[in-house]
């Protein structure tokens, strides 16, 4: 019996709730997995293993600083920890993973998603 061809779907999301289409051309796709959030869901929904937040403060002279997390501590990230980019600013959106340290969790792979406003001070 010849497989059916796929046709595209009506897919709910399980975060906001939204109808999406899951079409025929992503269904071909070899790593095809129906997928749980709509396409504007699983553009603000970090990557798997990451997590995101806010920058809190940033100490620019002693290269170090903390993330505020929803529902967690806050989170020490180093210099060391940036992608090759410029240095956080309070009130930045950043993505990154977790890493246990000897003195507790730390920020790594930090990447900048969103600057902070302008707010017109510097």
């Known amino acids: 019996m010849a497989k059916a061809t796929n ?11 939204i109808s999406f289409v899951w079409s025929r051309e ?4 070899p790593d095809a997995a129906q997928p749980r959030h709509c396409p504007a869901c699983r553009y603000l929904l970090p990557a798997p293993g990451r997590e995101r937040g806010l920058i809190k403060w940033y100490d620019r002279k002693k290269h170090y600083g903390f993330i505020v997390r929803a529902g967690q501590p806050d989170l020490y990230v180093h210099r060391t920890s940036l992608d090759g980019q410029r240095l956080p600013r309070p009130g930045d959106l950043v993505e ?15 990447v900048i998603v969103e600057p902070a406003a302008a707010t017109g001070s510097a």
Do not use: H, T, W
């Open 96 to 110: 990154f993973s977790v890493q246990e340290s000897p003195r507790g969790p730390v920020a790594q792979s930090v």
């Open 7 to 17: 046709q595209d779907e009506i897919l709910y999301c399980a975060r906001c709730g």
């Open 26 to 29: 992503e269904q071909k796709a």
